[in-house]
């Protein structure tokens, strides 16, 4: 292919400071534009959000600038007091960004002749040409993985020395990065399963239930120079759901499901407490619900009896609370309960995922079905939690209408 046809393409060459060819700044946007619109990044802005960010300063020349607190500040809007030893979220987004740039590259992304990589442990993301086989040589080379500022002159030595050398550390870094991986999917996925194992105990299908929100409607079209009167809206009950308390099913089931757990959906008035006696239960944002009978009695509760709404302990106040809520339920932050517990009114184990308002909800259901996320939330849990009831009050930014990844700022066991 020649210069003006890579141009053509987008794949204009740059050449380092070696003389090794790495893509230019215009056509690693342009892939990037690739990857945030496909079916692996398009259904998480948080992802998307990281990407564009790492990307797009390493192209500029800033991967110096790439730090975890950093990224934590500009990117999901820790405080300036945010201390990345307390707050994995930037990790763990990391993460599941290289997941999901790994699946993109098997499947939709396999013939792209650049990729964008997210090296393990490191947040300056590198950039690649892949070349494909020609009629010539019929094998596949792919120009070295050089973030290009970071490019330097490469020491002269022995042609047969230099392949030993890139083939040993090639495997190595294979063996290291499936070494990691390997360690990390077991211990996370047994702390999901450890949370899981005495509400999924049995072969009873799971109930997964999920509260109505009350809506008024007008009789007519409303316009601005004529608002409707209160006469005239009517209370809708049992029609619609939260769009977090939908996505907070939508990844529950997806579990479920990925588990070949049965379970059935359960919605309103369509519960009752014959349905909470047959089998366990997941109760997704119901604490102010016609439900809160059943958590009232638990240490952490949600409370919107009185402003602001919070979270109470022991029934009292406290400062997980949110003082500024407006009224259409819109907040730049929430608060939201986990709670695992085995009831006895119920005879059944029961799981609350459950925020001040949907936003905390869809967090809450992020986090107790990722096993990253169970890992942090659950450092330090005393011996035999997994026998014990337990609850996790969780805090989390809203950016954009989007929760960030929540992180735990109580817990209680008993």
């Known amino acids: 292919m020649t210069m003006a046809e890579g141009q053509a393409k987008g794949l204009s060459h740059e050449a380092g400071k070696n003389g090794l060819a790495h893509p230019s700044g215009d056509a690693v946007r342009l892939e990037l534009q690739l990857v945030l619109a496909s079916p692996e990044f398009r259904a998480s802005k948080r992802c998307q959000d990281f990407l564009s960010y790492v990307v797009e300063a390493a192209v500029e020349g800033r991967g110096d600038s790439l730090k975890e607190r950093t990224i934590g500040v500009d990117v999901f809007a820790r405080s300036a007091s945010y201390d990345p030893s307390d707050d994995a979220t930037v990790r763990v987004k990391a993460g599941e960004v290289r997941k999901r740039l790994g699946l993109y590259y098997t ?27 020609d009629e010539q040589n019929g094998h596949l080379t792919a120009t070295p993985v050089v973030p290009p500022e970071l490019l330097k ?131 997704v944002g119901y604490s102010y619900t016609r439900w809160k009978n059943i958590s009232k009695e638990l240490r952490f509760f949600i409370d919107i009896s009185r402003p602001p709404m919070g979270i109470t302990d022991n029934g009292k106040p406290t400062a997980w609370n949110l003082p500024n809520l407006r009224a259409d339920r819109h907040t730049d932050e929430d608060y939201a309960l986990v709670s695992r517990v085995f009831h006895p ?34 450092q330090g849990a005393p011996a035999g939690w997994q026998k014990k009831n337990l609850q996790l009050v969780l805090h989390l930014k809203v950016i954009s209408g989007t929760p960030a ?3 735990v700022v109580a817990k209680y066991f008993w």
């Open 107 to 133: 499947t939709e992304g396999a013939g792209d002749k650049i990729r964008i990589d997210l090296p393990p442990g490191a947040y300056v993301p590198h950039f690649r040409f892949i070349d494909f086989p």
């Open 153 to 283: 002159p490469l020491e002269r030595v022995p042609v047969r020395g230099l392949l030993v050398r890139r083939v040993s550390v090639t495997l190595l870094a294979i063996l290291v990065s499936l070494g990691a991986f390997s360690w990390q999917r077991t211990h996370s996925a047994s702390v999901l399963d450890q949370f899981w194992a005495p509400v999924l105990a049995g072969t009873s299908p799971v109930s997964l239930c999920v509260a109505f929100v009350p809506v008024y409607a007008s009789g007519s079209d409303p316009v601005a120079d004529h608002p409707p009167q209160p006469e005239n809206l009517t209370l809708l009950n049992d029609q619609f759901v939260g769009g977090g308390d939908l996505m907070a099913v939508s990844r529950l089931s997806s579990m479920l499901t990925r588990i070949q757990r049965p379970y059935h959906v359960l919605m309103g008035s369509n519960v009752s407490f014959h349905d909470l006696r047959t089998g366990p239960a997941i109760l």
């Open 345 to 378: 009114d119920t005879g059944a184990m029961l799981v609350e995922v459950a925020g001040i308002t949907q936003y905390g909800t869809e967090a809450a259901a992020d986090m107790v079905t990722n096993p990253a996320l169970m890992v942090e939330a659950l």
């Open 405 to 407: 990844s929540p992180r």
